[in-house]
């Protein structure tokens, strides 16, 4: 059943919605940026990047007011801001496990982001084996004529976290919530088997890397270029003579 407003009011609900749901795109703006950022300097610095994907969404209003409803809070947009903090949300799917904990130390470090509630649910996965980490932020968005602080939800996870939870998603969508016990606990062992990869991968990357730095400490052509937005270049004699100095 449709609702009828005078077409001026309907524009003045249309815009108030407008307004208040662009501020959480504008949160998500920041932070792919922020996330752009790092996955440059993992690039230019390291010789892998921890940051495989990244994947944003904002919930629909529809999404936003059934959550409110289930939370029995009041039905006003200054609830909603005050009660649903995962209005606008990141998936940031990474390598190995200590990646996950790493970027979210560098989310923590950057001085105008506001990290409100963390739950790790690696060190405590949930009961039917999920495992990511979780991180409630505050981002601040800069308008026209005011500065907004917005909540995010920021997950942060390996690829062997993230595929386990996409099936196991699709699962619960197959059987309506209902799923048999004996799937259940089939998911659970599926979720261990893949914390065991994740740290079997973990453990390979690690020596493998130790054999690579060796093998590049001995290579002084390599280790006398640099290379930035692919274009490489040659580090001068005085520039290593310069930064051997001021160490």
């Avoid at 249309?14 to 932070?31: C, G, N, P, Q, W």
């Avoid at 009660?83 to 470090?109: H, K, P, W």
């Amino acid at each position: 059943m449709s609702l009828h407003y005078p077409i001026e009011q309907f524009k003045k609900f249309k815009e108030s919605i407008t307004r208040f749901m662009m501020v959480y795109k504008f949160a998500l703006d920041e932070m792919e940026t922020k996330v752009k950022i790092l996955n440059e300097e993992f690039h230019l610095l390291h010789d892998y990047n921890p940051i495989e994907h990244t994947k944003t969404r904002i919930k629909s209003p529809e999404s936003i007011i059934e959550k409110l409803v289930r939370k029995g809070c009041e039905m006003s947009l200054p609830s909603i801001k005050r009660n649903i903090q995962d209005i606008a949300g990141m998936r940031i799917t990474c390598s190995f496990v200590s990646d996950i904990y790493r970027i979210s130390e560098m989310l923590g470090r950057q001085h105008d982001l506001n990290i409100l509630e963390v739950k790790d649910y690696i060190k405590n996965p949930k009961p039917n084996g999920y495992r990511s980490l979780h991180l409630i932020l505050e981002v601040p968005v800069y308008m026209s004529d005011r500065q907004e602080h917005v909540c995010m939800e920021v997950q942060i996870r390996t690829i062997a976290m993230d595929f386990w939870a996409s099936l196991e998603h699709k699962i619960f969508y197959k059987y309506n919530q209902s799923v048999p016990d004996r799937l259940l606990d089939e998911l659970k062992a599926a979720a261990e088997s893949s914390a065991s990869l994740d740290l079997q991968m973990e453990r390979l990357h690690k020596e493998i890397s130790v054999m690579r730095e060796e093998q590049s400490a001995s290579d002084l052509n390599l280790m006398e270029r640099i290379v930035i937005d692919n274009q490489q270049f040659t580090i001068p004699t005085a520039l290593l003579e310069m930064i051997r100095e001021d160490k």
